[in-house]
């Protein structure tokens, strides 16, 4: 079993919608979690980070950690067409990333 | 500059030939990652390099993998013998001090034929 499990997609929604992606843990010394928004061809860039259960609120995205049930969600409000990337979630408990496979997601115009 | 610079972008190689990769990190940043994304495999972390620390080479595959970072800056990451298998990006990523600082260059896509 991996660490870091995430579903692949792909997933498409129309531009507008709110989309919602998850990610849950098996490692309980996790205790940062990230985004990274990877368009093709790029490296990850790292949209949003956090250090405790609860939301965080950026612009039109949302993170959210559940440390009780391992469970991370990225939402986000108002999908663009720009939006349309794989996106990443990421755990350390120390110096290293562990990221989960990513999810492909198509904002459709 | 601004960013990671990781160069070539692009590399085809024979099997069984050597092949090394650079990575120019940001200026000042610490510490350095190399990290290889295959298809739908997501990353998966190879070494790491923290000052003068010896690195922690716990993710490298095989003693084919090797990577050096001289004088805490400019990184190779070397693959001996390559296999077909090791065709993949190679993504290197630097940061200061926190852990979520990573910033990551746009990777090498290495294919080996």
């Known amino acids: 079993q991996k660490e870091v499990e995430q579903d692949p997609g792909p997933l498409s929604v129309p531009e507008g919608a709110i989309v919602s992606l998850n990610c849950t843990y098996s490692?309980?010394?996790?205790?940062?979690f990230m985004w990274y928004r990877q368009y093709s061809r790029k490296g990850p860039e790292l949209l949003m980070y956090?250090?405790?259960?609860g939301n965080k609120e950026d612009g039109r995205f949302t993170a959210q950690v559940d440390k009780s049930s391992k469970y991370i969600s990225l939402f986000i409000r108002d999908s663009q067409p720009s939006d349309s990337a794989t996106y990443l979630c990421?755990?350390?408990?120390?110096?290293?990333?562990?990221f989960g496979t990513g999810t492909r997601l198509t904002i459709i115009p | 500059g601004a960013g990671v610079s990781q160069s070539p972008s692009n590399k085809v190689t024979e099997k069984g030939k050597d092949v090394e990769l650079r990575c120019d990190p940001i200026?000042?940043?610490?510490?350095l990652y190399w990290y290889r994304q295959s298809l739908g495999q997501g990353l998966e972390f190879l070494i790491y390099?923290?000052?003068?620390?010896?690195?922690?080479k716990s993710g490298l595959p095989s003693d084919r993998f090797s990577a050096e970072r001289t004088g805490g800056s400019v990184s190779t990451l070397t693959i001996q013998r390559t296999q077909q298998e090791d065709s993949a990006v190679y993504l290197c990523?630097?940061?200061?001090?926190?852990?979520?600082?990573?910033?990551f260059g746009s990777g090498t896509r290495l294919t080996v034929v």
């Open positions: 990523a630097s940061r200061p001090g926190q852990v979520y600082g990573y910033t």
């Open positions: 490692n309980s010394a996790f205790q940062y």
């Open positions: 956090t250090y405790s259960s």
């Open positions: 990421a755990m350390s408990a120390s110096e290293k990333l562990t």
């Open positions: 200026s000042g940043h610490t510490a």
């Open positions: 390099f923290q000052g003068n620390s010896a690195p922690d």
